[in-house]
């Protein structure tokens, strides 16, 4: 069993602290619509959809992300209120469900039995029906998925058993890693896409001492932590985007700020 070294916890508690700081003092950003709440057998959220069609659809899946592999037909349905879902047995290899959750009337839909689920409010449907999706843990014996909701609530769900694997990083002429963070860590090169629209990589280097993970690791208190906060404030700050191999500048990546900015590729890109 891995226990937390002290230094461990402290680290956490300080990077805890500096994330909500920096969130509070960011301005208030627009509210997604559909809002997914994650529960803790979700693997995969809204935006994760596109890596899914394309590593299905046979494109190019960026090193470290996940390849997803229908294993079964998908099964349709529009229902009012709570229902369930029958999928029968999941084939050989499979380790989650993907789904594409559709509010039609407003209403809360609760996922499964993990706690996730979707919150569609009147304002979210002025536009129209608003879906998320995602991929789900298959449990142990599980072979359906239940969503609850209000009797007047009317959804629409597509639902298929897929197998998920997360790829290796890619190594470069230099033998540096590259690829997108997962669950293992983050590789030497980290894929995102520049300000300028070119698809490139940052040194994970550049990326902790902009992002503060850097600093963090120096931190012997919550009072450091918060005088590297003040010091910083809400300025952003600008790193280089290199190619493949890291040496040619194509482009920069801008970390902090008003609105801050994602540090890996989105899926639907890494083709």
């Not at 769900?157 to 890693?177: A, L």
């Not at 300028?196 to 001492?209: C, H, K, L, M």
């Amino acid at each position: 069993m891995n226990q937390l070294q002290p230094n461990e916890v402290l680290s956490q508690a300080l990077r805890a602290e500096l994330v909500s700081r920096v969130q509070k003092a960011s301005p208030a950003r627009k509210r997604k619509r559909a809002r997914l709440w994650l529960g803790a057998g979700t693997l995969a959220g809204l935006g994760l959809l596109g890596g899914v069609g394309a590593a299905a659809a046979g494109y190019f899946v960026m090193p470290g992300s996940q390849n997803v592999t229908p294993l079964s037909p998908p099964v349709t349905g529009t229902y009012e209120g709570t229902a369930t879902i029958d999928l029968g047995e999941p084939p050989a290899g499979t380790t989650g469900i993907e789904m594409q959750l559709t509010c039609l009337t407003p209403g809360y839909l609760k996922i499964g039995e993990a706690g996730g689920g979707v919150d569609c409010t009147s304002e979210d449907l002025l536009s129209g029906p608003q879906t998320v999706g995602g991929i789900n843990a298959l449990l142990p014996g599980q072979n359906s998925l239940t969503i609850s909701t209000g009797s007047i609530t009317r959804w629409q769900i597509t639902v298929k058993y897929v197998n998920q694997e997360t790829t290796d990083w890619g190594v470069n002429e230099d033998g540096k890693s590259y690829g997108m963070e997962n669950e293992k860590g983050a590789p030497d090169l980290i894929a995102v896409i520049a300000t300028n629209g070119a698809r490139g990589y940052v040194y994970r280097t550049d990326e902790e001492e902009a992002n503060g993970t850097a600093a963090m690791r120096t931190f012997r208190s919550p009072a450091d932590a918060l005088a590297w906060q003040e010091a910083r404030g809400n300025r952003a700050v600008a790193i280089p985007v290199y190619d493949v191999n890291g040496k040619e500048v194509i482009g920069e990546f801008v970390i902090g700020g008003g609105d801050g900015h994602m540090v890996e590729v989105p899926k639907e890109a890494a083709r």
